[in-house]
Structure formats: C-alpha cells, structure tokens
C-alpha cells in the first residue's frame, strides 16, 4: 500500500500541475511555463481543467497522503502532505463556485504539493517501532 499512495500522490501532484498549465486565463504563470513545454494546445479544453480534472486530482493526492499515514503514523507527514491538494481543492472550488480569482491560493497549493513531494522522495517515511510496555519498564 505505501507503494501505491507515494504514486498516487505523485500523480496527483503532475495530474494538478499540467491541469493548471491548460488553463491560461486562469493561472497565466503556469500556462505561459506550459505552453513553453507545448502544452499550449491544452487550452482548448481548460474549461475541463478547471470543473473536473484540477479538483479530481487534488482529491487523488489528498486521498492518497491521507492513506498513507496509516503506512507511516507520522502526523507531521499526514498534516503537511494534506495541506497542498486542500489548498488546491479550495483554489479550484472557489474558482469554480464563487467565481473568485484563486490563482494565487493554486500557486501557493502546488508549490506546496512540489515541496512535500520532493521531500518524500528524498526522505521516505518510515513507520516508527513501538516498543512494548514490558521492555520499556525492564530496562528502567
């Protein structure tokens, strides 16, 4: 399972990035460095990014940091990989309901999804051991 949520959360921070690099009215920044790479024919469909893919991707890495602290129980881990799809989710959310401009509240949610990522495959977490009362009152 630790396998499959380190992809998914990787996929769900790459699914993000290149919904958000289609969508050039939205988020200028991100659709000016995609259509350098020649994802500039992805504007056709930016009104799909927006509704459906960034928020379905955002869930995808939300869903798989979350799964993963039951690989790790490391809660500063569950607490900062959370952080960047949420921030994404409301980014797109708020976009799409209350027509607000988000972009900045997006930028912040990649960076932070990029980051957390990034250090994940740097550093991978390792579940930490639990030592068992009786051990830890013998040696006391």
């Given at each position: 399972m630790a396998l499959a949520t380190r992809i998914a959360d990787k996929a769900g921070l790459l699914g993000s990035i290149v919904a958000a690099m289609g969508c050039a009215s939205c988020f200028p920044a991100l659709a000016s460095l995609g259509a350098a790479i020649g994802l500039g024919f992805l504007t056709r469909w930016e009104g799909l990014f927006i509704t459906t893919l960034i928020p379905l991707f955002a869930l995808l890495a939300l869903a798989a940091n979350a799964l993963g602290w039951f690989s790790h129980?490391?809660?500063?881990?569950?607490?900062?990989?959370?952080?960047?799809?949420?921030?994404?989710?409301?980014?797109?959310?708020?976009?799409?309901?209350?027509?607000?401009?988000?972009?900045?509240?997006?930028?912040?949610?990649?960076?932070?999804?990029?980051?957390?990522?990034?250090?994940?495959?740097?550093?991978?977490?390792?579940?930490?051991?639990?030592?068992?009362?009786?051990?830890?009152?013998?040696?006391?």
């Open positions: 129980r490391q809660v500063y881990r569950l607490v900062l990989g959370l952080i960047g799809p949420l921030l994404v989710l409301s980014a797109a959310l708020l976009m799409r309901f209350a027509h607000l401009a988000t972009a900045p509240l997006l930028y912040v949610g990649l960076t932070f999804m990029l980051v957390v990522s990034v250090w994940d495959l740097v550093s991978p977490s390792v579940r930490p051991c639990a030592v068992p009362a009786s051990e830890s009152s013998a040696k006391g």
